[in-house]
């Protein structure tokens, strides 16, 4: 536990150096998706279970780096707190809402193709100054997501030979595709998720007010906006465009989609 705000180098005095250090959660999730990746490149095995191990196993590890993102900004903003409470350890069990965070997001993933935000970490937001830090705080995690997107559409401007390896690019076709639709969401402006979060700092004392008071259902606003068809209609074509502008196949993406839906 942190005693103080003296600190040495990054680290807080008082805070076990066990608070910084990758949990076994999070090692077993990186593990069996590069287990997924491997088996669906060899063509071991089933191949629905092969894919399905690589996307459900690399979306998860996302939303780690997306929520260790936030605490790391937290903590080196003077929110000594996220370490006390194992948000820098990358354990997804340590979030404060587990269903939203975690059962949700691979909800939504299996039933919609959809990478759905969470809420995840607390942070105290007296223990960070100024407007500014409190949106970078805030940002850090949709910007995890767009990296990630940028990152697994990389071989796809190299022109790799899909048709070698099939089912294991169409599951990182649809992996981008989730990271990609996560970033766009993550950056809605409504109360709840990243995006108002965003600009909650810079907004009148009243109207603050007002968002904490809808925060705690933005993410079901957002659902609602998506289960309707005019809402997924327009969502989906902006991402669409989107795909076609940064070079994601959206055809392969839909098949890596396919082949984990095994009912």
């Known amino acids: 536990m942190a005693v103080g705000p003296r600190a040495r180098g990054h680290l807080v005095m008082g805070v076990p150096r066990g608070a910084f250090r990758p949990s076994a959660a999070f090692l077993c999730l990186v593990a069996i998706s590069v287990a997924g990746g491997v088996m669906a490149w060899r063509g071991y095995g089933n191949m629905t279970v092969d894919v399905l191990l690589l996307v459900v196993g690399g979306w998860l590890v996302s939303l780690c780096l997306h929520e260790y993102a936030h605490a790391l900004l937290a903590y080196r903003s003077g929110d000594v707190g996220v370490a006390a409470r194992g948000y820098l350890t990358l354990d997804p069990f340590k979030y404060t809402h587990p269903l939203l965070s975690i059962v949700f997001p691979v909800v939504a993933l299996m039933m919609g193709g959809i990478g759905l935000p969470g809420g995840a970490v607390w942070v105290d937001r007296h223990a960070v100054r100024g407007r500014l830090t409190h949106t970078v705080i805030s940002a850090a995690g949709p910007t995890v997501n767009v990296a990630c997107t940028f990152v697994l559409v990389i071989p796809f401007w190299l022109d790799v030979d899909t048709s070698a390896h099939p089912d294991f690019w169409a599951g990182m076709a649809f992996l981008c595709l989730l990271q990609l639709t996560a970033s766009l969401l993550n950056l809605v402006p409504i109360p709840g998720v990243d995006g108002g979060n965003l600009v909650r700092p810079w907004l009148p004392a009243g109207w603050q007010r007002g968002f904490d008071t809808i925060a ?41 989609y396919r082949l984990i839906r095994f009912w």
Do not use: Q, S, T, Y
Not at 224 to 239: H, K, N, Q, S
Not at 243 to 250: M, Q, Y
């Open 216 to 256: 705690p259902f933005g993410m079901l606003i957002l659902l609602a906006v998506l289960l309707r068809p005019e809402g997924a209609r327009i969502f989906f074509d902006v991402v669409d465009r989107i795909a076609d502008l940064i070079g994601l196949p959206r055809g392969l993406a839909d098949d890596g």
